[in-house]
């Protein structure tokens, strides 16, 4: 992986992000690279939330890949602080190269670092390959998820 970083996203990133995220059938649907003000005004708001971590993984001064961790307080299994990944992109040149377990190894880490005795995620069904990837990585398929658009 070379001189592999992985650092908070800042607004100079946004860009990038957006594109990794516009970049798949289901993103390309939801995601609007043409106008940033609304990602912009998001950042600003992850940024302030000392529970969230948007970070990216930069090679060379290269956005390669991105995800967003949420570290959750919760009251069920005793209290256990819990932590979900979202958002897990790779730039479609980096995919197949490890990048993306380190992007995960690094959400895990950052987890048991800041207490989480669970690291949870939800995948779109139609992701095949991802889920895949996470079962190699050690997730379970344990639960449906559901959402509401509002």
């Keep these: ?5 992985i650092r908070p996203a800042t607004a100079d990133d946004i860009p990038a992000i957006v594109g990794m995220l516009a970049d ?3 993103g390309a649907r939801r995601e609007s690279p043409d ?11 992850i940024s302030g939330d000392p529970h969230q971590h ?3 993984a930069v090679r060379e001064g290269r956005v390669i890949g991105t995800l967003q961790l949420t ?5 069920s299994r005793r209290g256990a602080t819990r932590s979900l ?3 897990v992109r790779i730039h479609a040149e980096e995919r197949g190269t490890g990048l993306g377990s380190r992007l995960i190894e690094w959400a895990a880490a950052e987890s048991r670092r800041q207490g989480c005795q669970l690291v949870q995620l939800t995948s779109d069904r139609s ?5 895949r990837f996470y079962e190699r990585l050690g997730f379970i398929p344990s639960h449906t998820g559901f ?4």
């Design 71 to 75: 570290v959750i307080p919760g009251l």
């Design 147 to 150: 959402k509401l658009s509002l």
């Design 54 to 56: 948007l970070v990216v």
């Design 85 to 87: 990944i979202e958002a």
């Design 35 to 45: 106008d940033l003000t609304p990602y912009l005004a998001a950042l600003e708001r």
């Design 127 to 131: 992701r095949t390959d991802a889920h």
């Design 1 to 5: 992986m070379g001189d592999l970083e």
């Design 24 to 26: 798949d059938p289901l």
